[in-house]
Structure formats: structure tokens, C-alpha cells
């Protein structure tokens, strides 16, 4: 694939040092030197990401007749009626008819018939195709905001520094901010949201003023951190990734996202109820969990995982759906798809040899300590 989209960072980038890679089309850094040292940087201080693929969408009415809220309540398997606070951000699956993840995303309420979601940048052409096939019949008006920039600083002095780079009446808006709440103030929007398992915030804001705000968080100590910490980062939170931990293939059910999914109100109709409802009652399979190598190697994605159940007797096979080494573990670690029946071991297939694994739930650190 030839790397033709560039953020409006990717200049700042160079500047720093980043090592750019092609990542869904875009030029974006892996890292700015050690990848490694990024990663303990975020669990033990601060860091931010360029996260300004991401696809902004607003979603409003067209006319008088338009119900937002009646719209993400049938297009999300979670509820935006839980949504009653202006700011609040909720994380829900988008599905097709058959239970499928479409993508995951974030939905921001900002005010009655105002919503904003952040979908994923590799998903965006059938993201923006699938919102805007079903938006017609709701009357509801779809807004992509490419002229925004988005950085997310993260950490647990994330916000202590962030608050030096930022302008002040943002920093009072963003001030009294909760986990999974947002706050506006003009042409910047700031939630307390992140991919990292670690404290801070995800800053919308003009792209236009996003070199600006780049440079003030790095003289503040945030350091610019690239793609490859942000993955193991959020591998080590549990935090699925969509087009490995789950696809347009994989219900909720089996990927480790029950949790996302709103069954009541009961008379509530979502796209791909109908299919998650069979899939429950006929029994789910399989479920997603944690894995951690107990022997040397490195765990990958695609890697066959041999089931066992709590006597050891093998129930069947399992994939790795996510694999690395976690810097803050000094151990290998995944995301394995594998049958109900798994007990608290396993044994995964690397280089033709079965090498145990123990398998835990699927968070391996929060906030900077092991689970």
C-alpha cells in the first residue's frame, strides 16, 4: 500500500524523530527511538499519541423529524439512553444484522439531538457508509470533522501536565472532568478517554493548533510516544483491537464484550439483537482471556492454542487473537479466543513445540501495576 494520508502532526513527527510506518493508509510513527522506553514512560509519567486518524463523526438532526438518540439506540449494541450527562462518553460495538462487529467506537453526548463518535481510522470508508445508510430513515444529519486534530495524553501525571500545555479556559473546562466524561469549550473538546489502561485525556481540537499544543506538552514533559507503545500499552489493559480481537466475523459474545451489550430496555431493537440473542440462547462457544506464557518464547496472533479444561483434559482448540512481550510484566502476554470450557491453563503451539500457558482475565496491568 502506498502511504499517501499524513496528519496535520506528521511534520512535528520528523521533528522529534519519529520512525514513520504505514498504519491503514496513513504515515504515522512507531516510535521516536526506543519503543520500550515509551511504554514505561506512559506507566510511570506521561506521554502523548497522535491519534488525529481517528475519524471524528457528529451526528444531528436534518430536520424537525430527526431523533438522534432513536438513531444510536438501533445502530450501537450499547444504550446512549444511558447517556443523561452532557460530556459523557459511553463504548459500544457498531453490528451488522448477523452480530458481527462492524467496529468499536466511542459516542460522546454533547447536548439533546448532538452526539459525537470516534471510530477507527482502518474502518472509516464502511464506518461512514453504514452510519449513513441507516441515518436516512431517523432524519439524522452525519458530519465528519476532518478538520480536527486529536492527541491523547496519557499517564498518571498526564493531567498535571497537560494542564500546563493547554489553554486556560480549556483547562477549567477539562478541571473537574471524570472517567468517561468530555467537556467542550469553543473549537476544543477534551474527554477523559484513553487506550492505554493509564489516566489522561484524548484532546479534540483545530488542526490548526495542533503543532502548537505538540510542542507546549513536550516542554511540559509530555514525550511523544508512536504506534507501538500505544499497542502494547493497551494489549497490557486488556483493551481489544479491532480486526484481531474481534471482526465483522466475531460477535461480542466471544470477544470478550458482553459488557457493551444494552439487553434491556427489552423492547429496545438494535442492529444484530435478533442474531446475539440465538447465539446466547443456543450457548456461546467460546470467550476471550487473558494468556501469559510460563515458559520462554513470545505469543503472537494466530498462534493455535490447545484447551484444557481445570482437570487438564484438552475441551478443543483456541487462537491468539493479540500476542507481545509486556515491558511492565517482563512476560509474554495475549488474547486468545478458545472454548467456554478452558480452565486456568493451556498450552499454546510456537515453533512446532506446545509451551504452557496460565490463563487469566483479560487485564494484565492497571494503572502502572500488575492484576
Known amino acids: 500500500m502506498i502511504m499517501s494520508n499524513k496528519t496535520v502532526l506528521y511534520d512535528k513527527h520528523l521533528e522529534y524523530g519519529g520512525k514513520i510506518v504505514d498504519f491503514a493508509g496513513w504515515q504515522m510513527p512507531v516510535n521516536y527511538g526506543s519503543q520500550i522506553d515509551e511504554h514505561h514512560q506512559v506507566r510511570r509519567d506521561a506521554g502523548m499519541f497522535d491519534v488525529s486518524h481517528m475519524v471524528i463523526i457528529d451526528l444531528g438532526v436534518a430536520n424537525e423529524a430527526g431523533d438522534t438518540r432513536a438513531f444510536l439506540q438501533y445502530l450501537l449494541a450499547n444504550d446512549v439512553a444511558r447517556l443523561v450527562d452532557r460530556g459523557k462518553a459511553l463504548y ?49 444529519a452525519v458530519k465528519e470533522r476532518s478538520e480536527l486534530a486529536m492527541i491523547a495524553v496519557q499517564g498518571p501525571h498526564a493531567r498535571d501536565k497537560a494542564f500546563k500545555a493547554m489553554p486556560v479556559d480549556v483547562v477549567e473546562a477539562a478541571a473537574p472532568l471524570q472517567r468517561f466524561f468530555g467537556a467542550d469549550c469553543g473549537d476544543w473538546f477534551v474527554g477523559r478517554t484513553g487506550y492505554t489502561g493509564e489516566d489522561g485525556f484524548e484532546i479534540m481540537l483545530p ?29 497490557e489493559a486488556g483493551m481489544n483491537l479491532y480486526g484481531s480481537d474481534m471482526t465483522e466475523e466475531t460477535s461480542p459474545l466471544i470477544s470478550g464484550l458482553a459488557w457493551t451489550v444494552a439487553w434491556s430496555p427489552e423492547d429496545r ?27 520462554r518464547g513470545v505469543l503472537r496472533g494466530h498462534q493455535k492454542v490447545a484447551a484444557e479444561n481445570d482437570d487438564g483434559v484438552y475441551v478443543g482448540d483456541g487462537e491468539i487473537t493479540s500476542g507481545t512481550f509486556s515491558p511492565s510484566l517482563q512476560k509474554s502476554i495475549a488474547l486468545a479466543r478458545v472454548p467456554v470450557e478452558t480452565g486456568k491453563s493451556c498450552k499454546v503451539e510456537i515453533r512446532g513445540k506446545l509451551l504452557k500457558a496460565m490463563v487469566v482475565k483479560p487485564v494484565f496491568v492497571r494503572e502502572g501495576q500488575a492484576v
Open 207 to 235: 488542526e490548526t493548533e495542533a503543532a502548537s499544543l505538540w510542542d507546549r506538552l513536550a516542554a511540559a514533559g509530555v514525550k511523544p510516544c508512536g504506534l507501538g507503545a500505544r499497542d502494547t500499552l493497551r494489549l
Open 269 to 295: 431493537d438494535f442492529i444484530g439483537r435478533k442474531a446475539l440473542e440465538k447465539e446466547k440462547a443456543e450457548g456461546v462457544k467460546q470467550k476471550l482471556v487473558g494468556l501469559v506464557l510460563e515458559e
Open 92 to 140: 459500544s460495538c457498531m453490528l451488522n444484522e448477523n452480530g458481527g462487529v462492524i467496529d468499536d467506537l466511542i459516542v460522546y453526548y454533547l447536548a439533546a439531538n448532538w452526539y459525537r463518535l470516534v471510530v477507527n481510522a482502518a474502518t472509516r470508508e464502511k464506518d461512514l457508509a453504514w452510519i449513513k445508510k441507516h441515518a436516512t430513515a431517523f432524519n439524522v
